[in-house]
Each structure stands twice: as structure tokens, then as C-alpha cells.
């Protein structure tokens, strides 16, 4: 079987000795098993065209494995989503949503095991104006938040957990709220407020339960946005998730469709989607894409 294994190569950053080193830990996980392995190092802005270019080469004569975090199996999965070729998951990043969410193993030997031995099971992703991810998109606060988080670690070094923080202390300074005209199902809500957040399939976001899915094959976006919009309705909010006491039915509005557009009167817009930033022309057109991306997950889920 052939696997070909694309790693973000985060724009040539990473020394020789070290990208050598990741790609001998790649093949060696991969030990005892009948897969011939291809690494490729791949800038992170051409990672969606080179796993493109792969699919229409082997079509389903091969295994597009995405190694990296939720931002990595976004790219990949956007070239894959609508073909035949399979995608594997290696999570390598700091959060890995995706590969939690489908269940898959983070032990890095563990996770090319379920690629050597397991199926193809079709799964859903989502699109907004066309624009693919796996996990979640979002507009207000959160956009804000990773550009600045961005800006403090290319400007003053910061490590990651510590530049979000600066960062979301920044934008709840400033505390932009957005003016939304939201459509699903026939029906009009018309709210400012602090985010819009919309799901991949339903988010469980009561009590400790906070950003996991039970299913990635219902063929639902679920959309989220607050009913607090002052900075201390939010603080509130803050603390409630901190201390596990969230309600659906008390701090959020919430709604499941196949398709829900957002417009908010603004030329272009911020918005996030597994963890990148894109400035986009709205109306946004959320639609999900049904059972359109084949995944390797372990035999008999």
C-alpha cells in the first residue's frame, strides 16, 4: 500500500537536522507494516494543491496521509473532500480536534497502525463560500484573537499559549461585536453579537463537555452564537465554562441546518476556520458536504 505522508514544512523554518529527524520518526512508525511510505515536506500555502495534484495522480491507489494539527488535516482534507483517494491522520499539533473527534488514537505508532490496517468510512465536512474545513468556522471575537495571537509570536516571540492569551486580553479590551443577519430553514435572526460559531456536525457544550463531537456522519451544521454581548455578560459566560456550568438553553441560541448564510452589511469580514484566518466577502455561505471525505479509521468503527 502506498502512503504518501505530507507535513507542513511551516515555510522552510525547521533545520535540515531536524526535518530529517521527523522524517525518520514518520517511516519508523510505520515499522512492521506492509506500507510504502512517501514523506514530502510541503509549505503549509501549498498543501491543499499538492494534495490535490496527488489525488488526480493515484486516485484511490493511494493513501493522502495528513501529519500535523487541525490546521494540516484542514488543508489536506479540502483537496480530498469529493474524491475517491482516502486520507490518513497522523495528529502531530497542539489541540488535534479532528483526529479526537473521530476517535483516533494520538500515539504517533498507534495512529499509522489504524492507516496500515484500517477502511475508508465516508465522513462530512463543511464549506463556507466554498472554502472547506473539517472542524469549525467563526466570526467576532475569534478572528481577532489568532491574529493577534499571530502577530505577538512573529513580532515579539511569544510562545503559542501565552500569545493567545495576550492576544484575547487585547481583543476583550476592544470587545468587537458583529451585526448578523442569520438564514436557516427559512427564518431571520437579526442580533449583535460576540461570535457566531458554526459546527461540522452538533458541538457538546454542557457543563465540562466543551468542543467534542459524538458524530462526524449527521449531515448537520450546527451554528452557536451568544445571547450575553456586553463585556460582563461574556466575563460571566467566561467563568461559567471555566467552572463546567454552561447551558445550551441559557447562554447560547443555537440551531442545526444544511445550509445558513450570514451577512452582516460589511465589505469584507475576518473569519476563522480550523484555527487559520481569511478575510471573506459576505454574504458566507455555510453548506455542508455530506459523507464527502473518505478517512481511514480503525476496522469495525
Known amino acids: 500500500m502506498k502512503v504518501i505522508i505530507l507535513r507542513n514544512a511551516a515555510a522552510g523554518t525547521t533545520p535540515a537536522e531536524e526535518a530529517d529527524a521527523e ?12 506500507a510504502d511510505v512517501d514523506v514530502r515536506r510541503v509549505d503549509g500555502k501549498h498543501l491543499t494543491d499538492t494534495a490535490a495534484a496527488l489525488a488526480r495522480e493515484h486516485a484511490d491507489r493511494a493513501v493522502i496521509v495528513a501529519a500535523g494539527g487541525d490546521g494540516t488535516q484542514s488543508a489536506v482534507a479540502a483537496a480530498l473532500a469529493g474524491t475517491d483517494t482516502p486520507m490518513g491522520v497522523l495528529p502531530m499539533g497542539t489541540l488535534n480536534h479532528f483526529a479526537k473527534d473521530l ?29 472547506v474545513f473539517v472542524n469549525n468556522s467563526s466570526i467576532g471575537l475569534y ?66 463537555n466543551l468542543g467534542g463531537r459524538a458524530s462526524l456522519e449527521t449531515g448537520d451544521l450546527c451554528v452557536y452564537f451568544a445571547n450575553r454581548t456586553g463585556r460582563l455578560g461574556m466575563l460571566r459566560l467566561a467563568l461559567r465554562a471555566l467552572f463546567g456550568l454552561l447551558k445550551q438553553d441559557r447562554d447560547f441560541n443555537a440551531l442545526c441546518a444544511t445550509e445558513v448564510t450570514i451577512d452582516t452589511g460589511r465589505k469584507t469580514l475576518p473569519v476563522a476556520f480550523d484555527g487559520e484566518v481569511e478575510e471573506l466577502t459576505p454574504p458566507l455561505t455555510y453548506r455542508i458536504r455530506p459523507k464527502s471525505l473518505n478517512v481511514i479509521l480503525p476496522t469495525g468503527n
Open 103 to 131: 476517535g483516533l488514537p494520538l500515539d504517533l505508532a498507534a495512529a499509522a497502525r489504524v492507516i496500515a490496517t484500517g477502511r475508508p468510512r465516508p465522513i462530512d465536512v463543511a464549506a463556507v463560500n466554498d472554502r
Open 23 to 34: 522524517e525518520r520518526k514518520l517511516r519508523a512508525a510505520f515499522d512492521g507494516t506492509d
Open 143 to 208: 478572528p481577532h484573537v489568532v491574529r493577534h495571537r499571530d502577530q505577538a509570536r512573529e513580532q515579539l516571540g511569544h510562545g503559542k499559549w501565552y500569545a493567545m492569551f495576550i492576544a484575547t486580553l487585547a481583543v476583550f479590551r476592544r470587545f468587537p461585536l458583529v451585526r448578523v443577519r442569520l438564514t436557516a430553514q427559512g427564518q431571520d435572526w437579526v442580533q449583535s453579537t460576540p461570535f457566531v460559531f458554526v459546527g461540522n456536525n452538533q458541538y457538546e457544550i454542557e457543563s465540562y
